[in-house]
Nanobody, 123 residues
Framework: QVQLMESGGGLAQPGGSLRLSCAASGSIFRVNAMGWYRQIPGKERELVAIIYSGGLTKYADSVKGRFTISRDNAKNTVWLQMSSLKPEDTAVYYC?????????????????WGQGTQVTVSS
């Protein structure tokens, strides 16, 4: 079993900043890509940012230049630094990770999700 534990959501004013954290734990052999998605009620979940184990990053056009994704491979942790927040960034943010886990002597690839954390941008 693997778990993703998120923290750091909350309320921010327009133009403000928030930092999200997500730590993976459990029977982990390797964590490949880690990313952040967000979802507004009634809409599909969308990719915000992704970072691969080698450090390559990709961002949604709507957050480029405002959000920064980073990770610590040794701690299996990913962060999302959000700056210059806008009301349209309001959503539930989900951590996602492509994890290779161990079960005895076997290895399984798992697409894991966190429980989600609410980010609200409002004055």
């Amino acid at each position: 079993q693997v778990q993703l534990m998120e923290s750091g959501g909350g309320l921010a004013q327009p133009g403000g900043s928030l930092r999200l954290s997500c730590a993976a734990s459990g029977s982990i052999f390797r964590v490949n890509a880690m990313g952040w998605y967000r979802q507004i009620p009634g809409k599909e979940r969308e990719l915000v940012a992704i970072i691969y184990s080698g450090g390559l990053t990709k961002y949604a056009d709507s957050v480029k230049g405002r959000f920064t994704i980073s990770r610590d491979n040794a701690k299996n942790t990913v962060w999302l630094q959000m700056s210059s927040l806008k009301p349209e960034d309001t959503a539930v943010y989900y951590c996602n990770a492509d994890i290779v886990r161990t079960v005895g002597s076997d290895y399984y690839s798992t697409d894991s999700w966190g429980q989600g954390t609410q980010v609200t941008v409002s004055s």
